[in-house]
């Protein structure tokens, strides 16, 4: 039941002080109250945000679909506030497919261990279409890197270290939910345990909650269940590829990032190193049935260097390349993949998705009180308004960074020079180890901005001349 508290109360018009409204009659006989400034607007009270009903015998639950790093942060938080915390993991010793790289800030922000960081990268080559090189890493301060890491050890470490919380970790494929039947009942959630005892067919459960936090990646069932809409997604391709030890010397703390319609007509192609091998991958949106050719043009531009290397792994996987139109329906929110948060340009999501299932997860842990009242849609919203305030502007920037320099190769020639320029390096590498937008020095703004457009216009008379040569 909705509970009102009225915090203020009105005396012929005037607003009475919160010290009268405790006064006997005689008190204020003998004392009268001093008449507050008249105000000429209608009657009106003030009334406190509703509350939601107590809960009696237990606390708050809530399940985490997924166990990535959305759902791992997501539920050591959840857990650590009081509350009932169920995560659904579908493989325990999941390997997503992705190259791993990390901000600096993640490490200090979500507490990581140094020993589940495979490299620190300190340098970094960006690689034109015509193969001019720019070295990257210049400006970085001696403790800055940029973290390598195997996602089975990164995910199965936030899972862990939920569950050494209290959170109830489930090794079961999450498959439908069923709606609440009253304003506070439960969502009823189908999924198939496996327990090992079955032989892999898993066993058919089911789990009522009184919240969900889908943190499912991007092909999210929680995500169908609320009809959130659909996103577009890159597709990204990947081998990890074991090289040679000398080989992997030159790869012991450097990425390179090639650009070019021949790895990727709009996005890049990359090789990252990692603990015994390098991961090599491309992505695209808009060429998906060519990403074998744009994977072979990366491995290409980097054969000399990854020689001699056998392939140990072939992986492919979607990017959501923006968010869902919905990313929250009552008591049911989407994080991470499943709400669409890797950035465009880069690709980043991984501390994305971690900080969107703690902040979900704080905004829970805030509306019940620590578990012990029930929640409802507006204190899941928090969560929305606290996350398109604090990095809307991030993906906006990097939007229109990929649609300036990704779309033709005289763009990504003039892109990769703008990178030799030590303030766009600096810029470039603060916002992306420390997640916020740093304020520039307006001269420096000014050159970049006049460097930028030379960069631009040469590309440019490069361009026409091209299309002249080849018309
Ligand atoms: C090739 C590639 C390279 C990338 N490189 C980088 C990079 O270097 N740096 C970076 O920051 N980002 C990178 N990304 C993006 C990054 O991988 C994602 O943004 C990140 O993994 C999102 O985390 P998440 O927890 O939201 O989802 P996921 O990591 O996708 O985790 C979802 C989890 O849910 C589980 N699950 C799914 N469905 C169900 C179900 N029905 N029931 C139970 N469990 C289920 C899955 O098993 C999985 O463990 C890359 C992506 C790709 C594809």
Redesign the pocket.
């Known amino acids: 039941m909705a509970e009102h508290r009225q915090l203020s109360t009105w005396h012929n018009g005037h607003l009475s002080c919160a010290r009268d409204l405790h006064r006997t009659p005689a008190e204020l006989r003998q004392d009268p109250p001093k008449p507050a400034a008249k105000v000429h607007f209608k009657k009106t009270h003030i009334v406190a945000s509703r509350t939601n009903p107590k809960l009696s015998n237990r606390n708050l639950r809530v399940a985490v679909?997924?166990?990535?790093?959305?759902?791992?942060s997501a539920a050591e938080t959840l857990a650590k506030g009081g509350v009932e915390t169920f995560i659904?993991?579908?493989?325990l010793d999941?390997c997503?497919?992705?190259?791993?790289?990390?901000p600096i800030c993640m490490v200090g922000e979500f507490d990581l261990p140094l020993d589940i960081i495979d490299r620190k990268v300190t340098k970094m080559k960006m690689i034109s279409p015509s193969n001019v090189t720019v070295d990257i890493g210049r400006t970085l301060k001696p403790h800055e890197y940029i973290g390598m890491v195997r996602?089975e050890i990164l995910?199965a470490y936030l899972r862990d270290r939920a569950a050494d919380n209290g959170a109830k970790v489930i090794n079961?494929?999450?498959?439908k939910m069923d709606m609440p039947k009253g304003q506070n009942a439960p969502y009823l959630l189908h999924?198939t345990e496996y327990t090992g005892t079955k032989g892999g067919i898993g066993e058919k459960k089911t789990l009522e909650v009184d919240a969900v936090i889908g943190?499912?990646?991007?092909?999210?069932?929680v995500a169908k269940s609320i009809n959130a809409g659909d996103y577009e997604c890159a597709l990204?391709?990947?081998e990890r590829i074991r090289i040679p030890d000398e080989k992997m010397a030159y790869y012991e703390n450097l990425a390179e990032v090639y650009v070019g319609a021949d790895v990727s007509p709009d996005f890049y192609g990359w090789v990252?190193p990692k603990c015994n091998h390098v991961?090599v991958?491309t992505?695209t949106v808009t060429h998906k049935g060519d990403i074998k050719k744009l994977q072979l043009a990366t491995r290409n531009r980097a054969k000399d260097k990854i020689l001699g290397g056998q392939i140990i792994r072939v992986?492919?996987?979607?990017?959501?390349e923006h968010p869902r139109p919905r990313r929250l329906s009552g008591r049911v929110a989407l994080?991470?993949?499943?709400?669409g948060?890797?950035t465009k340009c880069s690709?980043?999501?991984?501390?994305?998705?971690?900080k969107?299932?703690r902040m979900c997860a704080e905004a829970i842990v805030e509306g019940s009180e620590n578990g012990k009242r029930m929640v409802d849609e507006s204190d899941l919203r928090k969560y929305l308004e606290k996350w398109d305030k604090a990095y809307w502007p991030t993906y906006k920037v990097l939007d229109v960074l990929q649609k300036v320099f990704y779309r033709s190769n005289p763009a990504r020639e003039a892109f990769v020079e703008m990178c030799a320029d030590e303030y766009v390096q600096k810029m470039t590498f603060d916002s992306y180890f420390y997640k916020k937008v740093v304020p520039g020095n307006p001269l420096d703004d000014l050159k970049l901005a006049f460097n930028t457009i030379g960069s631009l216009v040469r590309a440019n008379a490069l361009k026409r001349e091209m299309e002249k040569l080849s018309s």
Request: net charge negative; charged share 15%.
């Open positions: 679909i997924g166990g990535g790093p959305a759902g791992g659904i993991e579908r493989k999941n997503k497919p992705c190259s791993g790289a990390i996602r995910d079961g494929l999450f498959l999924y943190a499912d990646g991007a092909n999210s069932k990204a391709f990947q990252f991961a991958g992505g992986e492919a996987h979607p990017i959501p994080v991470g993949d499943a709400a948060y890797v690709g980043e999501g991984i501390y994305f998705a971690a969107s299932g």
